[in-house]
């Protein structure tokens, strides 16, 4: 299964998310996401917060394509309700018995970036990959489409 974390917004967003979709493997059963409207009471990364963690909850291997997406989607939260929200979602990937491949950019190996959005988007990201690196069974870094295993099995 395919769990997309994108929120849309924008025109051009649409249409990379359309363009994304029309190339995807016709195998993947994608994990569409319930808008929001539908889903009273819950403002958009609410929404999507919610049907990322019962997606995540479903039986069957599943690729969540992006974490990076999902921090950036959640980058509006305070400190304290970030940290619930990691936790969370800690918690349902330790649980979770069956194969899960999580798609993440890497941050901190370019420049500092200069808005403060920006850094906190970088130290969120690269605080949440650290910890669902110790958590993983492997890890691997992908660049130019060459893998390197950070951390394998046994």
Do not use: N
Request: negative net charge.
């Amino acid at each position: 299964m395919y769990l997309p974390s994108a929120l849309a917004g924008d025109p051009l967003w649409e249409a990379r998310i359309t363009r994304h979709k029309e190339v995807r493997d016709s195998r993947l059963h994608t994990l569409e996401r319930v808008p929001s409207s539908l889903l009273p009471g819950l403002c958009e990364h609410e929404a999507l917060k919610e049907h990322l963690f019962a997606s995540l909850t479903m039986e069957g291997s599943i690729l969540l394509d992006s974490l990076g997406l999902f921090v950036g989607a959640c980058l509006s939260e305070e400190d304290p309700q970030w940290s619930g929200t990691c936790l969370r979602f800690l918690e349902i990937l330790s649980a979770r018995p069956q194969l899960l491949v999580v798609v993440s950019e890497e941050v901190g190996m370019g420049l500092v970036a200069d808005s403060p959005s920006g850094r906190l988007f970088c130290d969120r990201l690269g605080e949440l990959r650290q910890e669902l690196s110790r958590l993983a069974r492997e890890v691997i870094l992908i660049v130019s489409g060459l893998p390197l295993w950070l951390k394998r099995p046994g």
